[in-house]
């Protein structure tokens, strides 16, 4: 059915974050050190990227030389998640490859508005939409809360009996929102901190605990937790997480095989 590669899994200051002396941005484990977040999905005839980070193209030297993503899918305009896009579009330009860049109307308009000079780039095109056909994966997009950063869109694709979600920015979701997200095979979800004390009105993710919870709530059967802050060591917070629940890591591979 595919395979899932993550090829950043930080919030968006990255780990180690810059002039931090923290026991992870310091530590030696290679797990603790995290690019911005993006994903790529891999099908028979089609590789797909999930959002185009800063570091794009360190993570492209690192785990995608080979082949040129087809299709970018935006979940929403924060630097993050976008500010890999010029050198995407060179990467493009320079190899006669021709890709599509997805994501709701506002996104779109958003995108032209910060690059304008890729609006009539060779090889780049503009498709604004909620709605988009990957093989044989039905893809949607569905916006929900960012809370104190506004509003994103998690990303559902759905095949046959299977469906999977890539939710990496969210927070205080209603009960319309979540309806999208019940009962995943897997949802990809972002969570910075193990437990979050900040104000609840100046938050934007949910936090490890939160996610746990939904899992149950919305009947998950797998859960994997990416977005990761220097508030997540990976030797000692994987050995604390539940059955059926774990942190994504940079350079990280998933077969999309359900049962």
């Given at each position: 059915m595919g395979k899932l590669t993550f090829l950043g899994t930080s919030d968006?200051?990255?780990?180690?974050?810059?002039?931090?002396?923290?026991?992870?941005?310091?530590?030696?484990?290679?797990?603790?050190?995290?690019?911005?977040?993006?994903?790529?999905?891999?099908?028979?005839?089609?590789?797909?990227?999930?959002?185009?980070?800063?570091?794009?193209?360190?993570?492209?030297?690192?785990?995608?030389?080979?082949?040129?993503?087809?299709?970018?899918?935006?979940?929403?305009?924060?630097?993050?998640?976008?500010?890999?896009?010029?050198?995407?579009?060179?990467?493009?330009?320079?190899?006669?490859?021709?890709?599509?860049?997805?994501?709701?109307?506002?996104?779109?308009?958003?995108?032209?508005?910060?690059?304008?000079?890729?609006?009539?780039?060779?090889?780049?095109?503009?498709?604004?939409?909620?709605?988009?056909?990957?093989?044989?994966?039905?893809?949607?997009?569905?916006?929900?809360?960012?809370?104190?950063?506004?509003y994103s869109y998690g990303i559902l694709f759905e095949k046959y009996k299977v469906k999977w979600a890539y939710l990496s920015d969210a927070f205080n979701l209603n009960e319309q929102q979540f309806e999208p997200f019940y009962n995943c095979d897997l949802l990809i979800l972002g969570t910075s901190y193990w437990k979050e004390i900040a104000d609840h009105s100046r938050r934007s993710v949910y936090d490890v605990q939160e996610a746990i919870k939904l899992k149950d709530n919305l009947n998950i059967s797998r859960l994997i937790l990416t977005h990761l802050s220097h508030d997540i060591d990976l030797s000692e917070h994987n050995k604390l997480l539940p059955h059926n629940v774990e942190f994504a890591y940079d350079g990280m591979k998933l077969p999309l095989v359900f049962n």
């Open positions: 968006a200051q990255g780990v180690p974050r810059l002039l931090c002396s923290c026991r992870v941005c310091q530590s030696k484990n290679t797990l603790n050190v995290r690019k911005r977040p993006s994903v790529l999905l891999e099908t028979k005839d089609c590789n797909v990227l999930i959002d185009i980070s800063p570091d794009f193209r360190s993570q492209f030297i690192e785990y995608v030389n080979n082949s040129i993503p087809d299709i970018v899918l935006i979940t929403h305009c924060h630097h993050d998640h976008i500010g890999g896009l010029g050198d995407y579009a060179d990467l493009c330009f320079w190899n006669n490859k021709n890709t599509k860049i997805v994501s709701p109307p506002e996104n779109i308009d958003s995108l032209k508005q910060r690059f304008p000079y890729l609006i009539n780039r060779r090889g780049l095109s503009f498709v604004s939409s909620f709605n988009y056909l990957v093989e044989d994966w039905k893809v949607t997009f569905h916006k929900v809360n960012h809370r104190f950063n506004g």
